[in-house]
């Protein structure tokens, strides 16, 4: 059998070719690129010293994109209805997954985020992008059917979320998940003196995690203390030092040296490894990329009319350029160290699926006749 991939043809791949936006799915590409180039560049030294083989974290990366790039790309396929209902179907899972984490997960570095299942998974990264798209039909609803409460199931559902996350602890996907959900309710177009309370609720619960919890007091006193001119910390140290060092053109491929010093720099500290070796070129050339992604996404999206579309499109943009720029912030000082991976280029099996699902879903919901193919369906 052959496949015709002409304007007209009407198998799957085809119409996924002709309508899916060519300049996200180059961008995308790209992230995905560079994820495999800094992997080979920074892998190795933390395989070394940890004493496994070279390149194992560089064979189990490549898997993972394997296995990431067909999630994206099935994603990606669907229509508003499967996304939805896959959505909601996906919310419900990782929920489960997050509250047996408590129960029986492995506790590392003093945090509860992942199961062992013969393998480690983390479900936090697979709830972001499902409840966004779920919070999404929420407000979609409650504009529909003025009696449905969707407002107040998102309310319910966000701190019962945020909640689960705290418990384990995961700090920075409690803040990417709480400030997702408030963009998406002000683009909701919720009264403003509501959107008021809900915003100073937010602020409120951030002073008394600040104020309760040790763990986050050390990571906001660290980094103000580094803005404004104290000693920041190790990890943190040497991130600047790579930057220094680095220059607009880098060091050489192989020639860095923060990455044996870091022992995060094949997972969280990836972006200090990208500017010694490769340079401030590549830095700004990475942090355009996820600009692109967000802008075109929320440009795309603003030119639709339909809520859940808008707010979907919305949010899993801005939760893509959130947790990049809080992995970048975080290497610069500019920022609390967040232990965030960086979109779709940090090693790490769980952080790079469940960003696949996120941006396939994105390609998906600003693919062009995404409407044509749900006629039957406009809830």
Known sequence: MQLSFSRSSRNIVANWWWTVDKWLLATVVFLL??????????????????GVNTYHFVYRHGFYLCLASGIM??????????TRRIAILGYAAAILLVMATL????????????LSLGFQIQPSEFLKPTFIVFTAWLFEMQRRYKNFPGVWISIALCGFTCLLLLRQPDYGMTFVVAVVWFIQL?????????LAIVGAGLVLLFVIAYLALPHVQVRVEQMLSGVFGGE?????????????????????????????HIPDAHTDFIFPVAAEEYGMFLCLMIVGAYGLVVIRSMWLSGKDDNMFIVLSVCGLAASFGLQAFVNMASTLQL????????????????????????????????????HAENKDDEG
């Not at 002000?186 to 509501?194: E, M, N, Q, T, V």
């Not at 990890?235 to 990455?259: D, H, I, Y």
Request: hydrophobic fraction near 45%.
């Open 103 to 114: 129960i029986f997960g492995v506790e590392i570095k003093g945090a509860r985020r992942w």
């Open 186 to 194: 002000f683009l909701a177009g919720l009264p403003i003196k509501r």
């Open 73 to 82: 790309l099935f994603f990606s396929m669907l229509g508003l209805k499967s």
């Open 232 to 260: 920041p910390s190790y990890q943190v140290k040497r991130s600047l030092e790579a930057f220094k060092n680095g220059g607009m053109f880098g060091v050489g491929v192989g020639e860095g040296v923060v990455k044996w």
């Open 33 to 50: 690129g560079c994820g495999v180039v800094l992997s080979l560049s920074a892998s190795p030294a933390v395989a070394q010293r940890i």
């Open 335 to 370: 920022g609390p160290t967040k232990g965030m991976a960086l979109p779709l280029i940090s090693y790490g099996g769980s952080s790079l699926l469940g960003a696949a699902i996120g941006i396939g879903m994105l390609l998906s919901l600003t693919r062009k006749n995404i």
